[in-house]
C-alpha cells in the first residue's frame, strides 16, 4: 500500500500570499495518478487537480499541480478568503488508493 | 446532472447490523467504478474500497477487509456498504464516489453520518 505523507499539516497565510502544499509517497505514483481535493467543514471534498498537474472542470487557475514520482506540489498562486480549507492529496494509481493526513490551511 | 445521493443519518447500538446507499443518477451506473470513503469525528479521509458495478467486483483496504462489505446492485443503480456488527470506533461520516473515466474520483455524494453508541 502506498503511503502519502503531507506537509506541512498546518499552513498559516494571509489572503493574497502564496501557498505551497507538499505531497510525497512511500513509493513512485504510477502515471501520476495523484489528485488534490478540498474539503470545507461539513461539505464533501471537491476535486482541484487530478494526473498531478491537471485542472478539474471550474476551477480557478490560481490553483496549480505539479510533481511525478514520489514527490508532488499544490500551489494556490493567490490566496481567496474561499480558499482557506482542509487539503487532501490521493493517489489511484494502484489497485488501492490511498489519502494523506491532510493539510490545513488557516488564516494568518 | 451527475448525482450520488446517499441514505440518512443512522443511529445504531454495538453489536447492530447497518446497510447504507449510494444511489447514482446522471450518468451510466454500470461504467463507473464506486469507491466508498470514512472520515471519522475531526479527522481526515480514508479510503475504504471499491467496486465495479457492472460485475460487482470489489477492492478493499487492508484496514477494512473483512469489517465491511461493499455491494451494488445495478438494477436500482444503487452501491451499498454494511456492517454485521457496529462497534463504537465505526462512529463516521462515510462518502460514496465515482471513480471516473481516467480512474480519479471525480462526483462525491453527500455523507452518510453513522453514530454507534450504546
Known amino acids: 500500500e502506498i503511503v502519502l505523507t503531507q506537509s506541512p499539516g498546518t499552513l498559516s497565510l494571509s489572503p493574497g500570499e502564496r501557498a505551497t502544499l507538499s505531497c510525497r509517497a512511500s513509493q513512485s505514483v504510477s502515471s501520476s495518478y495523484l489528485a488534490w481535493y478540498q474539503q470545507k467543514p461539513g461539505q464533501a471534498p471537491r476535486l482541484l487537480i487530478y494526473g498531478a498537474s491537471s485542472r478539474a472542470t471550474g476551477i480557478p487557475d490560481r490553483f496549480s499541480g505539479s510533481g511525478s514520482g514520489t514527490d508532488f506540489t499544490l500551489t494556490i498562486s493567490r490566496l481567496e478568503p474561499e480558499d482557506f480549507a482542509v487539503y487532501y492529496c490521493q493517489q489511484y494509481g494502484s489497485s488501492r488508493d490511498t489519502f494523506g493526513q491532510g493539510t490545513k490551511l488557516e488564516i494568518k | 446532472e451527475v448525482q450520488l445521493v446517499q441514505s440518512g443519518a443512522e443511529v445504531k447500538k454495538p453489536g447492530e447490523s447497518l446497510r447504507i446507499s449510494c444511489k447514482g443518477s446522471g450518468y451510466s451506473f454500470t461504467s463507473y467504478w464506486i469507491s466508498w470513503v470514512r472520515q471519522m469525528p475531526g479527522k481526515g479521509l480514508e479510503w475504504m474500497g471499491r467496486i465495479d458495478p457492472s460485475d460487482s467486483y470489489t477492492n478493499y483496504s487492508p484496514s477494512f477487509q473483512g469489517h465491511v462489505t461493499i455491494s451494488a446492485d445495478k438494477s436500482i443503480s444503487t452501491a451499498y456498504l454494511q456492517w454485521s456488527s457496529l462497534k463504537a470506533s465505526d462512529t463516521a461520516m462515510y462518502y460514496c464516489?465515482?471513480?471516473?473515466?481516467?480512474?480519479?474520483?471525480?462526483?462525491w455524494g453527500q455523507g452518510t453520518l453513522v453514530t454507534v453508541s450504546s
Open positions: 464516489a465515482r471513480r471516473s473515466w481516467n480512474y480519479v474520483v471525480d462526483y
